[in-house]
């Protein structure tokens, strides 16, 4: 099954067209107009949208392992360093 992903504003716009041109299922928070949602809301909108929250921003990761230890259910998260 393939994985659609929510792509962050952090993850720089190259990436995001590569995967694009490769046939990824993707969609931005810039297309979605949620790029000014706090993070907690946007992975919520991500996880909404069915989509694994794509990111560079560390915060995310911090945010992914809270709710786990929560028990707060999230689509998943790709983080990687910038």
Known sequence: MPVAFYMDVHVPVAITEQLHRRGVDLMTAIEERTNQLPDNELLV????????MFTHDIRFRALAEQWQREGKPFAGLAHGHA
């Open 45 to 52: 909108a991500a996880t909404a949208a069915g989509r694994i």
